[in-house]
């Protein structure tokens, strides 16, 4: 099926999470297997057209102007083998379909915190998820990808081309499936303090000294956020400036773990506690109510310009900022390598907001910054920022392989190579 900018789905079909800046296709392919993907590519070679590609629509920076977008949202089964322990995922599925999937069988995926977000997008851009520290990236755990190049043709991406996917994001081609390696954890320990700044103004520091010592079982993060005076959020922690500590922790040790966390004080809200994998998007809470927002982000070898982070102060601007442990095992390369690069990086640090205030924030931490993580930079990058995602060799292998797959540079994507 084929939509037209006059048909009455048109706009359900090209909105997704991102409302900032959505698609406007001159058409739209709403694709629901393989083959229908090819011939969506196929029509736009014909036609010489631009092409987009949209899953769950979570890191979308900029809509294509005209073109196809392909609408990969009902292209969404979910495939596990428990005796391989692998999971095929189609392009549309979300998180939330792969662990609904793979539930049953006590197994997981390297899933991320919030689970409406596309599977495939996430770990073709990296993938950094809730047992990160423990695992690596998601990209490091990819067996198989099924991709549809700008020829028309589909295949098994092989040597080059499955090196660069892994990593590069969708700058090769259209991605129909991939297979990924599954783990034994029908469980963990893992929810969020949130403390109120106001009362435990130390918190961050707190939370920085204690990540220089935990194990790598231990994925955490800390966001630093005004909540609105609203009743849709939690009595406790409504209208107050809140530092929120979120844990990922594997092991039967998590509360002893998290004892110098709790020696801070009283939370104004504490959700930590054991609690099966398949519901592991309660621990970052993140919104599921499509949004308009923009974020920059910044690798850095340590957290010497947190005491920078703004403090609390009436009247605010709405503003995240977001902290994740990084180290452990995405410190390590892969068995099979991949293009994901800065695996020295020590922190990410995100800030959502206004562009001014993302520019204000991050300007102290450039001495420590060694480069960023596209997957959290929700906003149109210059190339020299989307070098900065890869490590130097790597962006020109990567821009190399651009040209080889996408001369024409008919792939419109969030972070173009």
Do not use: C
């Not at 966390?261 to 599921?288: K, W």
């Amino acid at each position: 099926m084929m939509l037209t900018t006059t048909s009455p789905e048109y706009d359900d079909a090209r909105y997704g999470f991102q409302r900032r800046d959505p698609h406007r296709p001159e058409v739209i392919f709403p694709v629901t297997n393989a083959t229908e993907v090819e011939e969506a590519v196929r029509y736009a070679i014909d036609h010489d057209k631009r092409i987009a590609v949209q899953a769950s629509g979570h890191g979308l920076t900029r809509g294509i102007d005209g073109g196809v977008l392909i609408a990969t949202g009902a292209f969404n089964h979910v495939t596990v083998d428990p005796g391989k322990k692998t999971a095929w995922i189609e392009a549309g599925a979300t998180w939330r379909n792969v662990l609904a999937a793979t539930a049953p069988y006590g197994l997981a995926p390297l899933s991320g915190s919030s689970p409406g977000v596309g599977a495939i997008p996430y770990t073709l851009g990296g993938g950094l998820g809730l047992m990160a520290r423990r695992f690596g990236y998601a990209a490091d755990h990819v067996r198989r990808i099924e991709i549809v190049t700008m020829d028309g043709v589909r295949r098994d991406a092989e040597a080059d081309l499955f090196w660069a996917t892994r990593g590069g994001g969708g700058n090769f081609g259209v991605v129909t499936g991939i297979e990924v390696d599954l783990f034994d954890v029908p469980t963990l320990y893992g929810g969020s303090l949130y403390f109120d700044l106001a009362e435990h103004p130390p918190v961050p520091e707190v939370w920085s000294e204690w990540t220089r010592s935990v194990p790598e079982e231990v994925t955490s993060a800390i966001a630093i956020l005004p909540i609105p005076d609203i009743p849709q959020v939690p009595a406790p922690v409504r209208g107050k400036y809140i530092a929120q500590i979120q844990l990922a922790i594997l092991g039967g040790n998590g509360e002893e773990l998290i004892k110098p966390l709790r020696a801070i004080g009283e939370p104004a809200l504490d959700t930590v506690g054991e609690l099966p994998y398949v519901d592991s998007g309660q621990i970052f809470a993140e919104p599921e109510r499509p949004d308009s927002y923009s974020s920059r982000n910044a690798l850095v070898s340590d957290l010497d310009a947190l005491a920078t982070v703004p403090k609390p102060a009436p009247g605010a601007p709405m503003r995240v900022i977001g902290i994740r442990h990084l180290g452990g095992a995405l410190a390590r390369e892969p068995e099979v390598p991949n293009a994901v690069g800065h695996r020295d990086a020590a922190y990410s640090l995100m800030v959502l907001g206004e562009p001014e205030a993302q520019q204000t924030i991050l300007e102290p931490w450039k001495a420590s910054t060694v480069g960023r993580f596209l997957n959290f930079s929700y906003a149109p990058l210059t190339a020299d920022e989307v070098a900065d995602g890869y490590d130097p060799g790597d962006y020109e292998r990567l821009t190399e392989l651009r040209r080889r797959y996408d001369p024409d540079r008919r792939l419109h994507v969030n972070h173009q190579l």
